[in-house]
């Protein structure tokens, strides 16, 4: 037998004492009672913390990038906590320069190599695109850089750059967001020259290594460019 219950809203940190007693079972048998005592939750990630946002040093320089190309870092900013832990729940960027992104364009937030979104598109009305649920705890006193990568797409004309336009699109939940806004990475040019392609095979065979075994090949792969 599964008995579940539920609560009222909590308070996080609030000790809750649950006394389940006078239980019978269905042939009229008196079951144990039962006392636990457990800490109040809310979910999700919550902070009060301020944060200021500012462009990285390591963002990109603007360039001119081909058709096709894949995984352009194109703009790097900091996100910075001050006296108190903060939290960085979602965002959202806008493109700015005259361009017509290609319809299979994506955009990504990194966080150094770690992807942390999926794909988004550029919203061809307000330029925006919006990444949610990121929930970053920042501590306080430090910071988090991300980059927004960009998946080009092909055909692409015009220029285009990314910033973070304003503070109310920065959620940090409780907090408040500070910076010289627009935040703005670099403009970059776009090209319809084909960007190279890498491709890559199975290059051989190997024998399988043996336990302790220095320097032991463990795959051969063919980097063919065109």
């Given at each position: 037998?599964?008995v579940?219950?539920?609560?009222?809203?909590?308070?996080?940190g609030?000790?809750?004492?649950?006394?389940?007693?006078?239980?019978?079972?269905?042939?009229?048998?008196?079951l144990d009672?039962?006392?636990?005592?457990?800490?109040?939750?809310?979910?999700?990630?919550?902070?009060?913390?301020?944060?200021?946002?500012?462009?990285s040093?390591?963002?990109?320089?603007?360039?001119?990038?081909?058709?096709?190309?894949?995984?352009?870092?194109?703009a790097?900013?900091?996100?910075?906590?001050?006296?108190?832990?903060?939290?960085?729940?979602?965002?959202?960027?806008h493109?700015?320069?005259?361009?017509?992104?290609?319809?299979?364009?994506?955009i990504?937030?990194?966080?150094?190599?770690?992807?942390?979104?999926?794909?988004?598109?550029?919203?061809?009305?307000?330029?925006?695109?919006?990444?949610s649920?990121?929930?970053l705890?920042?501590?306080?006193?430090?910071?988090?850089?991300l980059?927004?990568?960009?998946?080009?797409?092909?055909?692409?004309?015009g220029?285009?750059?990314?910033?973070?336009?304003?503070?109310?699109?920065?959620?940090?939940?409780?907090?408040?967001?500070?910076?010289?806004?627009?935040?703005q990475?670099?403009?970059?040019?776009l090209?319809?020259?084909?960007?190279?392609?890498?491709?890559?095979?199975?290059?051989?065979?190997?024998?399988?290594?043996?336990?302790?075994?220095?320097?032991?090949?463990?795959?051969?792969f063919?980097?063919?460019?065109?």
């Amino acid at each position: 037998m599964c008995v579940i219950l539920t609560t009222a809203a909590q308070q996080a940190g609030e000790d809750y004492d649950l006394v389940v007693s006078d239980v019978m079972s269905a042939s009229d048998e008196e079951l144990d009672s039962m006392e636990l005592v457990f800490s109040g939750y809310v979910s999700g990630v919550t902070a009060k913390g301020d944060l200021t946002v500012e462009i990285s040093a390591s963002t990109p320089e603007g360039q001119t990038l081909p058709s096709g190309a894949t995984s352009v870092e194109m703009a790097s900013w900091n996100f910075g906590a001050g006296d108190e832990d903060a939290v960085l729940k979602s965002l959202v960027v806008h493109r700015y320069g005259v361009s017509t992104l290609p319809s299979n364009h994506q955009i990504y937030l990194y966080e150094g190599r770690e992807r942390l979104t999926s794909g988004k598109s550029v919203n061809s009305t307000t330029n925006e695109a919006t990444f949610s649920n990121l929930n970053l705890e920042i501590a306080a006193g430090d910071a988090r850089t991300l980059t927004l990568r960009m998946d080009v797409g092909t055909s692409a004309d015009g220029e285009v750059g990314f910033e973070i336009e304003s503070a109310s699109d920065v959620n940090a939940d409780a907090g408040t967001a500070e910076g010289d806004f627009p935040v703005q990475g670099e403009k970059f040019d776009l090209s319809s020259t084909a960007a190279g392609t890498i491709e890559i095979d199975a290059n051989g065979s190997i024998t399988n290594p043996k336990v302790g075994e220095d320097d032991a090949t463990v795959a051969k792969f063919k980097l063919t460019t065109s």
